[in-house]
């Protein structure tokens, strides 16, 4: 056992019983004091990206709407391994760029920079024909899903530019590559967002101290999952742990062949080494 994994390997049971599954095996120490700001950290897909981060040495940024959630994921990681985690509880939709300038200089005053942004928080809206799609619901999906992505990014790239070998993973979805009947600003939203990580993949290529790729998780059984498709029995979904290989694989040194790629969590095959 690694000194930053203090707890016994089963302080995580559904990682544990997940990484059987994994296309790679990462060492223990793969994330060892990376520091990653993780949106939507209280649940879902995010929550199991902070949790497997921390497993694995990294420095997590919890960043999520819900307090009591955060403080949760924080108790979990700071009782089971020697990482120090953050809460930043913030509704995302209201993110301004005075929020996120202070967020920037509280992270360089705790740790200096910043090694991964994962942008996974999303919401769902509403699931209509864009005949009736309202102007206000539309508005929110899209500060949420868009605006506060591109503000937390553009607050974030110098102390990404800080460290050695950073990355940045915006979380897209089928329909953010393959519209469909129904799923309004969600997929127009991710749509925008893979446009994002293509501009920003272009304009860090030539420094090529960042790398910068889109992910689709796929169907993953989550409270996001549940909503869209109530009548899906979700244990016929993988967990979101099952799903955190390729997470593993974009945040450590394991996956920096890949830049300003699309890239898809239930089909990906790892470069080698
Ligand atoms: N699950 C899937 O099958 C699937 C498939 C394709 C793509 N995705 C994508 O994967 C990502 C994660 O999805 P998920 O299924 O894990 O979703 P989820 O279970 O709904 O979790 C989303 C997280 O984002 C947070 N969040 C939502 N709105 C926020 C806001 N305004 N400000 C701050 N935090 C906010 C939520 O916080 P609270 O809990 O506090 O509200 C929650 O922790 C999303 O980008 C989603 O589009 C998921």
Do not use: C
Not at 3 to 23: I, Q, V
Not at 50 to 70: D, M, P, Q, S, Y
Not at 78 to 103: G, K
């Amino acid at each position: 056992m690694t000194e930053h994994t203090r707890a016994n390997s089963d302080w995580y049971p559904a990682l544990t019983l997940a990484r059987s599954h994994w296309k790679i095996e990462p060492p223990t120490d793969a994330l060892k004091d990376k520091v990653i700001l993780v949106t939507g950290a209280g649940d879902g897909i995010g929550r199991a990206a902070a949790k497997t981060f921390a497993h694995f040495g990294a420095n997590v940024i919890l960043l999520g709407k819900t307090r009591e959630k955060l403080e949760a994921v924080f108790d979990d990681i700071s009782a089971n391994t020697s990482t120090s985690p953050v809460i930043v509880p913030a509704d995302l939709r209201f993110l301004s760029d005075d929020n996120a300038m202070a967020l920037a200089d509280s992270i360089q005053d705790a740790f200096g920079h910043l090694d991964g942004l994962l942008h996974n928080a999303s919401a769902l809206g509403l699931m209509l024909p864009l005949a009736h799609y309202p102007k206000s619901a539309w508005d929110e999906v899209f500060d949420i899903n868009v605006t506060s992505t591109v503000l937390l990014t553009r607050h974030m790239l110098p102390l990404l530019d800080l460290s050695s070998a950073a990355s940045v993973v915006f979380t897209s979805s089928s329909v953010g590559r393959k519209g469909r009947a129904y799923w309004g600003a969600y997929a127009a939203s991710k749509f925008a967002v893979e446009g994002i990580m293509q501009t920003l993949a272009d304009e860090t290529e030539t420094a090529n101290r960042i790398k910068v790729n889109s992910l689709n998780p796929g169907g993953t059984r989550t409270p996001m999952r549940a909503m869209a498709y109530p009548a899906e029995d979700p244990g016929t979904l993988p967990t979101p742990e099952e799903r955190m290989d390729i997470y593993m694989y974009l945040f450590s040194a394991l996956g920096r062949s890949h830049h300003g790629e699309a890239l898809d969590a239930r089909d990906w095959t790892p470069s080698p080494n």
